[in-house]
Structure formats: C-alpha cells, structure tokens
C-alpha cells in the first residue's frame, strides 16, 4: 500500500496560470513532511518542512500547507523556470523517508 | 560548499561486474540514506543508517549491499548489476533526533550497465 500519494502525475500550465499540487499519505507517526523539486538528471532539491498540521511555509511563488492527511503545494503566478517535478516525501518515527511518484510541472511562456 | 557528494556522477559498468557508488557527506548529520530512482518513479528506500545502525528495506534485493565506515562516508555496493539495476542512485542525509530534519541530497550517480 502506497503511503504517499501525489497528483496530478503532470501538471502544464501557462506562465501566470496559478495551481495546486496535492501530496496525500497515511503514515502514522509523522515525523515531518518534505517537498522537494528535481530537476531532469539531478538530484532533488530541499524546499520546505511541514511539521504539524496548520502548518504554512512559503518560498517566492510557492506556498506549502499540511493537514492531517495531506500537504498542498500553490503555485501562484509560475514561470517557466518553475518547471520541474515536485516531490513530496514523509519522514516517520524511525527517520524512514518516503517519497510520492511526483508532480511533473511545465509552465509554458 | 557541496554538501553531499557523490562519486562518480556517471558510473558504466558490464553486466554481473561488482560496482561501488561512493556518498559522502560535510553536514556531520546521523541519518544517511540510499535510493534508487528509475525514470519517471519515485526514489525507492533501499537502506538507511542511523550512525552504524543499519536498516534495510524488506525488499531491497540481496544484491545491493551498503557499508558505513564512518559518520562522513557511506558505499552502495552491487555485487552483481544487471540490467535491471540501471538507475540513478541517489545519497542523502538528514541531522536525526530534534528539529530540521530534512534531507539534503547529493546530485546522484547514473549507473548504467551493459
């Protein structure tokens, strides 16, 4: 049974177009909720950490927020340099880090 | 200022031939992990140490080994690579117990086998 759970698979989006990406799991023992971006052939990359629910966190055009039983990451007026897969990953009691297959997100100019 | 570095960034080697990839880290964190990462997938938790405290993933094939011989340096061995094994292989680490948990990550190692 997968833990994580991420959606859309793949996103496009017209430069300005805001969204959301929806990161779902159902781990107990939540240590902390990450979301990374990855960019083609590299590792990914450190956004934010979500460690309770009502949490925000926000970093230039994106905006992290985390329930219970999911985390939203918004997009608000991308650009073309926030294409990327978006990757969220949940950290349990045990310091295990899981991840979701990923949001590809491409913002067209 | 690279954090976590892994060696070599690009790996080829022949079909059943051992191959080591090499991790290692600068944030003197506790926790480092392996992953496997096939194209378009998820990372797949392969094992993780907490300090020598090692854990495996119950299906992590008996073909990937790791070493940790000390808080910086952690191995991903394959004792025998076939082609399924052709991957990225990605090294991360996170601090352990308290807060700032989050892993930082190397830029991978893409293993191809031949």
């Known amino acids: 049974e997968d833990q994580v759970t991420q959606s859309p698979e793949a996103l496009r989006l017209q430069e300005g177009e805001s969204s959301s990406l929806n990161c779902s799991y159902t781990v107990s023992g939540l240590r902390g909720l990450f979301w990374y971006r990855q960019d083609p052939g590299k590792g990914p990359e450190f956004l934010f950490t979500?460690?309770?629910a009502g949490e925000e966190k926000e970093k230039e055009r994106l905006k992290a927020t985390l329930t219970k039983k999911e985390s939203f990451l918004h997009i608000t007026a991308p650009k073309p340099e926030d294409s990327a897969t978006y990757l969220c990953a949940v950290q349990e009691n045990d310091y295990k880090l899981s991840f979701g297959a990923g949001t590809t997100v491409t913002v067209r100019a | 200022d690279a954090m976590v570095i892994q060696n070599p960034r690009y790996q080829v080697t022949q079909f059943g031939k051992p191959v080591t990839l090499s991790c290692s880290q600068t944030l003197n964190h506790n926790v480092m992990y392996w992953y496997q990462q096939k194209s378009s997938q998820a990372p797949k938790l392969l094992f993780h140490?907490?300090?020598?405290?090692?854990?495996n993933e119950a299906d992590t094939p008996d073909n990937f080994q790791s070493r940790r011989p000390n808080t910086s340096f952690c191995f991903l061995d394959i004792r025998s690579p076939g082609l399924g094994d052709a991957a990225m292989y990605l090294c991360?680490?996170?601090?352990?117990?308290?807060?700032?948990?989050?892993?930082?990550f190397g830029q991978g190692t893409r293993l191809t086998v031949v």
């Open positions: 991360a680490t996170s601090k352990g117990p308290g807060s700032n948990t989050e892993a930082f």
């Open positions: 979500l460690y309770s």
């Open positions: 140490y907490y300090d020598k405290d090692f854990n």
